[in-house]
């Protein structure tokens, strides 16, 4: 489960992707991890999923060994947990808490996506490739817990750094990508339709729209 944390509660964060590296505390050895895997060539196992609308998650199915499981948005500390999957057993309550975080500046970038008679679209991903990566900031407690239990030195923050933020639209066909400042690329995809590529210039506090139109293949 992935929640947003403000004050003394959690709230449920839907929409959230959560990815996860097996054996990423060993990647992070050396070097810092590029996230999403978009790369064909990307060296590492990857799973990814989004939180539903009760900030619930599943990712699977697992490969046996220890995954990096982490999740991040502008505006908030990411969380990180090392978790073990070994045979007949499964990785419950790897809950992730993302912390408000104000040193960092970011907008919203929100709309539709709808078929190109202007039914609504569920389930399409919307990606926003970013001008300028995204560093994940994590809390100095969870880089400890981080640490203790890879039982090795680290590379030194960030240890993931963002070059696409992704959500995907809900069953009104309505999405919203929190993102860091600059002009984003957008891209609206879904399996028998034509993907669509947009625009978006972010600045701090402001709330960009942007709506796709996607003819079928």
């Known amino acids: 489960m992935t929640r ?17 590296v097996l054996n990423g505390d060993v990647t992070l050895r050396t070097g810092a991890i590029t996230a999403p895997p978009y790369s064909l060539t990307a060296p590492e196992t990857w799973m990814a999923g989004f939180t539903d609308a009760n900030g619930n998650y599943t990712l699977g199915p697992a490969a046996y060994g220890r995954w990096l499981v982490f999740a991040a948005r502008p505006g908030y500390l990411g969380d990180a947990a090392l978790v073990s999957v070994q045979a007949g057993t499964d990785a419950t309550n790897t809950n992730l808490n993302l912390q408000p975080d104000s040193s960092q500046s970011y907008g919203t970038i929100q709309g539709a ?23 994940m900031a994590l809390s100095a407690a969870t880089q400890s817990k981080i640490v ?15 070059t696409d933020l992704d959500a995907t639209s809900d069953v009104s066909g309505q999405y919203q990508i929190t993102s860091p400042g600059g002009t984003q690329s957008i891209s609206a995809f879904k399996y028998g339709y034509k993907g669509q590529v947009g625009s978006a210039s972010v600045a701090n506090g402001n709330l960009v729209s942007l709506d796709f139109a996607l003819p079928k293949q």
Do not use: E, K, R
């Not at 996506?113 to 560093?135: I, R, W």
């Open 4 to 20: 947003g944390t403000t004050g003394g509660g959690g709230v449920a964060v839907s929409g959230i992707m959560v990815l996860a």
């Open 113 to 135: 996506v709808a078929d190109s008679s202007g039914a609504a679209l569920a389930n399409a991903l919307v990606d926003a490739h970013l001008a300028t990566s995204y560093p």
């Open 148 to 162: 203790t239990a890879a039982g090795a030195a680290l590379v030194p923050q960030p240890w993931v750094l963002f």
